[in-house]
């Protein structure tokens, strides 16, 4: 059982508190031959396999590293540690940055060892994630069939349980936990007291802005582990 | 227990059918509007879902609740959408979903030679509705309060 993740959605959707307790590195190194087996596809995070799913490398993970060099987006740029480590090449040394893509699709560049992994959320993503979430709340109001409906209180998936907590001023305390988690809202209500004490109470903090109080991001975590441990966020 | 509505969704994103057994509350657009709500509410539900998911998924999106119902998802390989909402007491119902979708919906709609799979499922298809309703009213999870 476990929690992984805790967020704070502000009135208008803004998310003003994020914390990841423990988030699950997916990562996978392999080496392969000519040809790859997988088709991939260039996003904006960088190369991420569309279709091929093969030893744990699942669609949807990107390329991290080639060879131990660490892939930037698209590109990857074997000089900057060759040159490092082996003086011979510095003369050598021109421009040796290479789309992945392409450097994977010729066959004079193999074997070649590849490290896969799930993306990470970045920070950017997690504030379009987090008014995603609250246009969602408020739609899920509206198609309701029943009268007098809240939002999303639980969303369900095989892999995790999102639920949310929203006060009566419209904060909305987000936990994001493995499906068999149970006692989520006891911990989304002690962290609204803990928002009231030690992020409210602040005189530095000014309402509906990212919260930034040490004290605050300590107690939530102190609940989450109790949570873990005893079942209960009160210690 | 209540039975409140479903959608049957195409991968296109056109609703093919929808029926309701109980419905409190209308929502204050005409229903194609609601229909078109309701697949972009989902498309962007299940693309939430994936970007935040700390795992790989298998399934993907199956349910949300709220405080007074249970939206339920079922997707095919073939992109087809079958939402039904219930009450919040009901637990995991995906099998009936599949059942819905392989007993109901294969049986009466994808065997029937004057229905095409693309086609908005209307009143003709009496067959589908009436067969769907002995379905939905057969669960032990329609109960009384929904026949009156």
């Known amino acids: 059982m476990v929690v992984h993740s805790f967020y704070v959605i502000n009135r208008s959707g803004g998310l003003i508190f994020s914390y990841e307790h423990s988030i699950p590195k997916i990562e996978l190194e392999k080496t392969f031959s000519y040809p790859l087996d997988f088709v991939f596809k260039r996003t904006q995070k960088g190369a991420v396999v569309e279709f091929g799913q093969r030893d744990g490398i699942k669609v949807g993970h990107t390329i991290l590293s080639i060879n131990g060099t660490q892939v930037r987006g698209n590109y990857i740029d074997f000089s900057a540690p060759s040159s490092i480590n082996n003086d011979d090449d510095q003369q050598i040394s021109t421009s040796t940055s290479h789309d992945v893509i392409e450097y994977l699709s010729d066959s004079t560049n193999y074997p070649v060892t590849i490290k896969f992994g799930r993306p ?53 305390f987000l936990a994001l936990t493995d499906i068999r988690q149970g006692n989520v809202d006891a911990l989304l209500k002690r962290s609204y007291e803990l928002y009231s004490d030690y992020a409210l109470k602040n005189p530095f903090y000014s309402i509906d802005q990212p919260i930034w109080c040490p004290l605050f991001q300590e107690t939530v975590k102190q609940a989450i582990d109790s949570l873990e441990k005893t079942g209960s966020p009160y210690t | ?144 309060t929904n026949k009156t």
Request: with cysteine.
């Open chain 1, 120 to 172: 990470r959320l970045n920070g950017n993503e997690k504030l379009i994630l987090a008014s995603i979430f609250h246009s969602m709340y408020a739609i899920a109001c509206q198609l309701s069939p029943e009268l007098n409906s809240t939002g999303i209180r639980e969303l369900e998936t095989d892999q995790f349980k999102l639920n949310c907590f929203q006060s009566i001023t419209g904060i909305k």
């Open chain 2, 1 to 144: 227990m209540v039975v409140y509505n479903l959608y049957i969704f195409h991968r296109n994103g056109q609703c093919l059918f929808y029926r309701e057994w109980l419905r409190r509350k209308q929502t204050k657009m005409t229903q194609e509007e609601e229909f078109k709500l309701m697949n972009g509410f989902i498309y962007s539900v299940k693309s939430f879902v994936q970007r935040l998911s700390p795992t790989d998924l298998k399934d993907g999106f199956l349910s949300f609740k709220t405080n007074c119902y249970k939206l339920n998802y079922y997707e095919t390989p073939t992109g087809l959408k079958f939402i039904l909402n219930t009450d919040n007491n009901v637990s995991n119902i995906r099998d009936i979903l599949h059942q819905l979708y392989s007993t109901i919906f294969v049986n009466y709609i994808v065997k029937n030679p004057r229905c095409s799979a693309l086609d908005i499922i209307n009143n003709d298809q009496e067959i589908f509705i009436e067969k769907l309703d002995e379905f939905i009213s057969n669960l032990s999870i329609f109960s009384q």
